[in-house]
């Protein structure tokens, strides 16, 4: 096992995949010869292997996921991973473009690597990695969590309100797993889950409003190759503001940093020789964290679905970040002696789905899971004539699509569209079926309201949503996305403060100043208000699309950006 600092200085974790051969996994890929025995090459093994995946959002089957050209970071996360996007991403990591490593970690060429590398993800593929290490480990040294947002994101588990990703995690032998959008099924439903699933449920900082009693366990304890590994579950803190608090209303979230440091403390004091925090924080809050709570070893980071192919240390604390969408499996070895960590090895493994073989038994309950809804997640509504993507900071050319139908079926000026990060991406030419369309809207309150607001209100909207995005505090932040509008343009300046980074917002039917206050018609989708009234936004996609037939969205160009 070789040392952290030695790790860091040897190059990324995918270059290195190949090094006990002595052939690296640039020039595989370089040769376009990497094959599923060429990921799963690890070198030396650990005391025990962790296995990581996260915010799957409830993809069953390999999908195209264009990852962010914009992800800007403020304040001491500025121009540092993971706010570092394409050209600057692959130079940072010392990665080639036009490499599958290019393909799967950035947007560059985007359109013409997918063409070649193909689909990624399939949770079939997923087990097919997850048996292969377990069998050459052995099952004992190996533990397997989930950082979050699996059960939620597709049809099935809108339909199922998560039960075909427990059937799947269940499937995996998912030993834990944290929790953000699986709240949007109610407190009753996820009290459910806690309560039936076969995995433990973490949330060392959910309390009773009422009692301040911890609603779910915090952490549990497990042996892996004779080392005790706590592990401490972090669910994603501001979900009461971020989604809809109705929906949870006996429950209180929150960062709780003391509950953290008094939870790892106990964990040390009970014999724990490595202590893990399974988190949804996102990752600037998860740095923070780990600079000021100490005793945590590995902190394996969810939420802002950041995919980086080396390990970030923070102090002695480990930051792991794998991605979404079920592209990556991450692996990390830890070498455990005297009590304490004393080295790892960490590996981002890419899911290629042509690569990789899938499991049969995963595959049949894929297949069975998705057969009650398969006529209708395969009808064609219509046709990409350009990418349709939706990660990015502030535009997405799905989201517009989304904020075009919006404005056309609801006769609207302006259109509201959440910035939310889960949904496939759709190539030039491919089918928009109705599947795609539920994996980029299907939550439990998908109501699209039509009221008015003026120019003031909206500029206030989006004040608030950019200082939850650029606060420097990583503590004030929620990690999302701009929020998309579609209908007005506008200026943003992360670098200022408050209530003063938006300007020059601008109608963009008339070309002119949107007017303080005057009353513009407005519609948008996922309020997280009750009883909203409206018909569901999916229905209002499906019938632009097909009334299109072919959707052309050109890059946004409405939103200046400045102070990055």
């Given at each position: 096992m070789i040392s952290r600092r030695d790790f860091l200085s040897a190059g990324t974790a995918l270059a290195g995949l190949l090094a006990a051969s002595g052939t690296g996994l640039a020039q595989a890929v370089g040769a376009q010869a990497l094959s599923q025995a060429d990921l799963l090459k690890f070198g030396n093994a650990g005391t025990f292997t962790i296995l990581h995946i996260t915010d799957i959002h409830a993809q069953l089957v390999p999908l195209y996921f264009r990852e962010p050209s914009i992800n800007l970071g403020v304040g001491e996360a500025r121009g540092v991973p993971p706010h570092l996007t394409d050209a600057a991403f692959l130079k940072y990591f010392g990665l080639k473009g036009g490499t599958r490593d290019a393909y799967s970690l950035t947007s560059e060429d985007f359109t013409q690597l997918a063409h070649t590398y193909g689909r990624m993800g399939g949770v079939d593929r997923i087990a097919t990695l997850v048996k292969a290490i377990r069998a050459e480990r052995g099952a004992d040294k190996v533990l397997l969590l989930d950082g979050g947002d699996g059960l939620q994101g597709s049809w099935s588990s809108l339909k199922t309100q998560g039960e075909d990703m427990v059937k799947v995690f269940s499937a995996l032998g998912t030993d834990a797993m944290v929790g953000h959008w699986e709240f949007t099924y109610g407190a009753d439903r996820v009290t459910e889950i806690k309560e039936k699933a076969p995995f433990a449920f973490l949330a060392q900082n959910v309390r009773s409003a009422e009692w301040q009693e911890p609603v779910f366990d915090a952490a549990k304890t497990f042996e892996k190759g004779g080392a005790k590994v706590a592990v401490i579950g972090q669910a994603f803190p501001r979900t009461p503001i971020s989604n809809p608090r109705w929906m949870i209303p006996d429950w209180e979230f929150g960062i709780r940093e003391e509950d953290m440091q008094k939870q790892v403390d106990?964990?040390?004091?009970?014999?724990?020789?490595a202590v893990v925090v399974l988190s949804h924080n996102g990752f600037d809050v998860d740095r923070k964290m780990a600079s000021r709570v100490s005793g945590i070893d590995v902190i394996l980071t969810a939420h802002t679905h950041d995919a980086m192919p080396r390990a970030v240390e923070v102090g002695k604390t480990l930051l792991v970040a794998t991605g979404s969408h079920g592209k990556f499996v991450s692996r990390l070895d830890l070498d455990v002696k005297d009590r304490k960590v004393t080295g790892y090895r960490f590996q981002l493994i890419p899911v290629f789905s042509d690569v990789i073989a899938?499991?049969?038994?995963?595959?049949?309950?894929?297949?069975?899971?998705?057969?009650?809804y398969a006529k209708d997640l395969s009808r064609e509504l219509g046709r990409a004539d350009s990418l349709l993507y939706r990660r990015g900071n502030f535009n997405g050319t799905f989201d517009d699509m989304i904020c075009d139908a919006i404005m056309k079926e609801r006769d609207a000026e302006i259109a509201l569209s959440p910035g939310f990060r889960w949904g496939g991406t759709l190539l030039p030419g491919d089918p928009i079926t109705f599947d795609a369309v539920a994996n980029a809207t299907a939550i439990t309150y998908p109501a699209c309201y039509r009221n008015t607001m003026t120019g003031k209100?909206?500029?206030?909207?989006?004040?608030d949503v950019a200082d939850?995005?650029?606060?420097?505090?990583?503590?004030?932040?929620?990690?999302?996305?701009?929020?998309?509008?579609?209908?007005v343009g506008y200026a943003i300046d992360v670098s200022k403060g408050s209530g003063q980074r938006i300007s020059d917002l601008t109608f963009l039917k008339t070309g002119k100043p949107l007017e303080a206050d005057k009353a513009y018609t407005v519609a948008g989708w996922a309020s997280i208000a009750q009883n909203v009234e409206g018909p569901?936004?999916?229905?209002?996609?499906?019938?632009?699309?097909?009334d299109t037939k072919s959707v052309k969205i050109a890059p946004n160009a409405s939103v200046k950006v400045t102070g990055a």
């Amino acid at each position: 096992m070789i040392s952290r600092r030695d790790f860091l200085s040897a190059g990324t974790a995918l270059a290195g995949l190949l090094a006990a051969s002595g052939t690296g996994l640039a020039q595989a890929v370089g040769a376009q010869a990497l094959s599923q025995a060429d990921l799963l090459k690890f070198g030396n093994a650990g005391t025990f292997t962790i296995l990581h995946i996260t915010d799957i959002h409830a993809q069953l089957v390999p999908l195209y996921f264009r990852e962010p050209s914009i992800n800007l970071g403020v304040g001491e996360a500025r121009g540092v991973p993971p706010h570092l996007t394409d050209a600057a991403f692959l130079k940072y990591f010392g990665l080639k473009g036009g490499t599958r490593d290019a393909y799967s970690l950035t947007s560059e060429d985007f359109t013409q690597l997918a063409h070649t590398y193909g689909r990624m993800g399939g949770v079939d593929r997923i087990a097919t990695l997850v048996k292969a290490i377990r069998a050459e480990r052995g099952a004992d040294k190996v533990l397997l969590l989930d950082g979050g947002d699996g059960l939620q994101g597709s049809w099935s588990s809108l339909k199922t309100q998560g039960e075909d990703m427990v059937k799947v995690f269940s499937a995996l032998g998912t030993d834990a797993m944290v929790g953000h959008w699986e709240f949007t099924y109610g407190a009753d439903r996820v009290t459910e889950i806690k309560e039936k699933a076969p995995f433990a449920f973490l949330a060392q900082n959910v309390r009773s409003a009422e009692w301040q009693e911890p609603v779910f366990d915090a952490a549990k304890t497990f042996e892996k190759g004779g080392a005790k590994v706590a592990v401490i579950g972090q669910a994603f803190p501001r979900t009461p503001i971020s989604n809809p608090r109705w929906m949870i209303p006996d429950w209180e979230f929150g960062i709780r940093e003391e509950d953290m440091q008094k939870q790892v403390d106990a964990a040390r004091a009970g014999g724990a020789d490595a202590v893990v925090v399974l988190s949804h924080n996102g990752f600037d809050v998860d740095r923070k964290m780990a600079s000021r709570v100490s005793g945590i070893d590995v902190i394996l980071t969810a939420h802002t679905h950041d995919a980086m192919p080396r390990a970030v240390e923070v102090g002695k604390t480990l930051l792991v970040a794998t991605g979404s969408h079920g592209k990556f499996v991450s692996r990390l070895d830890l070498d455990v002696k005297d009590r304490k960590v004393t080295g790892y090895r960490f590996q981002l493994i890419p899911v290629f789905s042509d690569v990789i073989a899938p499991d049969p038994e995963m595959a049949k309950l894929v297949t069975d899971i998705r057969a009650p809804y398969a006529k209708d997640l395969s009808r064609e509504l219509g046709r990409a004539d350009s990418l349709l993507y939706r990660r990015g900071n502030f535009n997405g050319t799905f989201d517009d699509m989304i904020c075009d139908a919006i404005m056309k079926e609801r006769d609207a000026e302006i259109a509201l569209s959440p910035g939310f990060r889960w949904g496939g991406t759709l190539l030039p030419g491919d089918p928009i079926t109705f599947d795609a369309v539920a994996n980029a809207t299907a939550i439990t309150y998908p109501a699209c309201y039509r009221n008015t607001m003026t120019g003031k209100q909206l500029k206030d909207v989006l004040e608030d949503v950019a200082d939850n995005i650029f606060n420097p505090d990583p503590y004030f932040q929620g990690g999302g996305d701009m929020v998309r509008v579609g209908g007005v343009g506008y200026a943003i300046d992360v670098s200022k403060g408050s209530g003063q980074r938006i300007s020059d917002l601008t109608f963009l039917k008339t070309g002119k100043p949107l007017e303080a206050d005057k009353a513009y018609t407005v519609a948008g989708w996922a309020s997280i208000a009750q009883n909203v009234e409206g018909p569901p936004v999916w229905e209002l996609v499906e019938r632009y699309v097909t009334d299109t037939k072919s959707v052309k969205i050109a890059p946004n160009a409405s939103v200046k950006v400045t102070g990055a």
